[in-house]
């Protein structure tokens, strides 16, 4: 699999490149600055490009801005966006566009090596990663909306994993206990919510998110 | 455009008609009261009604000062001295307050004031109202109102014009359109001109001026120090009990697994796990001190996007608006930021309101925020409450807080700080 690599900090970006090749992505390129990343995404044509949200020469937000208009000029473009801090306002500027293939996640994330390739994985493949820190957030919030409220324990738990962009093999996993169990919960939180139940891993993020976002 | 015209002179005109009333009655009332008060004073009884009949003054050019910054943004400077926080009480105490109210030059320049205002401060005044009446009534005249007039008393002098017919009726209507065309155009500007003679008679003179100014600043910069030297004593500490103490944690793991790794490989594995945990939450508590100090999305984004991602962390439900042409200077941001931050978490925690709006808008060369909740309101800036650290937060910046919190809510919360766009 093919990647971009954007991070100004060396030893971020060396450390990035290594385990990617570790688990034999082929990095295309590996850049320190927002206009370089510009010029590598629109000429390299990477299955996925990880980013890092603030670059030089603005230090501002100039990843995340170089990468939306990035998705602009080819959407569905698959992004992987890295932070020192997540913010609900960035995500929802992410999935804004709808085409999914969006990820969003905390720096720290890379500590756990497989879940981070795990995520950089499910990008690529036009899923979405959303950082458990972002959902928790929007979950704790809305969590006095009454449709919310009448979700079980269990069903907060499943609904959680299912933002943040897993599979219900992957929930089925982390929570231990059968992929049917799973679907059930998960057609259960559909029925709660109101919403159509869908297939497509990608979509349903978004009907979640969307959801919560509605406030 | 000529309804809204025609609607602020009439509006000018009933303005004009109040100023004129406060002016005849209110600074007539006034004057005599001082002048009768202060010449009492010899014989003692003046020293006990002076100071109370002077705040009676005060409150009156204070309504003044109000209007003209309302009704025609005409801004009168509050020039009085403080009293001293020590003040002593009972006779000893009414003795040092009269003398030391005749002792501020704002005083006297309050008396001249309300003489120039009951004689050409009325005046002015009073000739919106007049124009539009006088205008309305030449018009009058033409629809038939002459005749009975002119058979009651003669020939009617409209201003300058003799009515005894139709035709000088008409002439007189004529006239009547003049003034009522002069009312449109030139109401507003009256009523200006009412309270710009009152600003140049109550403005403080230079000196006073710039005394008044070190006072405030000299003020503001402790406030400034305390605060900063507080923040730097938090940010140490963090820094010390925090991440600091769980990176030497992390390294004495470190070694502890580099002495077990090959005699007890399981347990140095788990010492493993236990050091990067630690390294993850030594991140997070960086995250949470960064955010305290200077929040990301403020450096990235500038304070319209920072409020709003504040807004969407708090419980409760929160509508941002937010229109500004550019970015704000960065320390002054900053503080807004946190001075917004501060104004929502206290609306949260106190207000017990479920909705709350935030407005940040830039406008006369001040950023303004308006910071409101649906709560029960008795919000007070007093001692101790966050309100009065918000207003030391923008007082650094010469930025003001105004606080309008009755019984019941709704609290409004606002905020206006000077400062330039970029």
Known sequence: ???????????????????????????????????????????????????????????????????????????????????????????????????????????????????????????????????????????????????????????????????????????????????????????NIFAKLGLPVSDDDNRRVLAVLAYLDRG | MKTTKARDAVVAGAQGLALALMALVGSITAFVLAVVSIALIPIGVGVLTTPAVLHL?????????????????????????????????????????????????????????????????????????????????????????????????????????????????????????????????????????HFRLAGSVLAPNREVELEQRIGRLTETRHDALDTSAAELRRIERD???????????????????????????????ELISKARESSAEALTELRDLVRGIHPPVLAERGLGDAVKALALRLPVRTEVEVELPGRVEAPVESAAYFAVSEALTNAVKHSGADRLWVDVTYADGSLRIAVTDNGKGGAMIGTGSGLSGIERRLGTFDGVLAVSSPAGGPTMVTMEIPCALS
């Open chain 1, 1 to 187: 699999m093919r990647v971009v690599l954007a991070e100004d900090l060396f030893l971020l970006r060396d450390g990035l490149v290594r385990m990617l090749e570790a688990f034999d992505f082929e990095i295309l390129a590996a850049v320190e600055s927002g206009p370089e990343l510009t010029e590598a995404l629109a000429e390299l044509e990477p299955d996925v490009a990880v980013v890092d949200v603030r670059l030089p020469p603005s230090h501002t937000d100039e990843g995340l801005q170089c990468a939306l208009a990035a998705r602009r000029a080819r959407p569905g473009l698959p992004v992987l966006v890295l932070s020192q801090h997540v913010e609900q306002l960035y995500a929802r500027e992410l999935l804004a566009d709808g085409n999914g293939g969006v990820g969003y996640l905390l720096k720290d994330r890379v500590l756990d090596a497989e879940q981070f390739i795990d995520a950089v994985r499910r990008v690529a493949a036009g899923g979405t990663a959303m950082d458990p820190q972002v959902i928790s957030q929007l979950l704790s919030r809305r969590a006095q909306d009454k449709p919310i409220a009448g979700l079980t324990p269990r069903e907060l738990e499943v609904m959680e994993l299912m933002a943040q962009g897993r599979s219900n093999a992957a929930i089925a996993g982390q929570l231990v206990v059968t992929e049917r169990a799973v679907a059930k919960h998960t057609s």
């Open chain 2, 57 to 193: 003054v005060r409150a009156h050019a204070n309504q003044r000062r109000l209007l003209a910054a309302q009704w025609s943004a005409v801004r009168i400077p509050v020039p009085y001295r403080p009293f001293p926080s020590d003040m002593r009480t009972g006779i000893t105490g009414q003795v040092e307050r009269c003398t030391l109210m005749l002792k501020d030059p704002a005083t006297w320049r309050d008396m001249q004031w309300l003489l120039v205002d009951m004689t050409a401060g009325a005046i002015v005044a009073i000739l919106p109202p007049a124009l539009i009446l006088e205008g309305i009534f030449g018009l009058l005249l033409l629809a038939g109102l002459w005749q009975p007039i002119v058979e009651a008393d003669g020939t009617y002098w409209y201003s300058f014009i003799p009515v005894d017919g139709w035709g000088t009726a008409g002439l007189a209507a004529l006239l009547g359109v003049v003034w009522i065309k002069v009312a449109l155009y030139g109401n507003q500007f009256l009523i200006r001109t």
């Open chain 2, 239 to 269: 820094l010390h009990d925090g991440a600091q103490a769980r990176l030497v944690a992390m390294g004495m793991n470190l070694g502890t697994i580099e002495a077990l790794i090959e005699k007890d490989p399981a347990q140095a594995k």
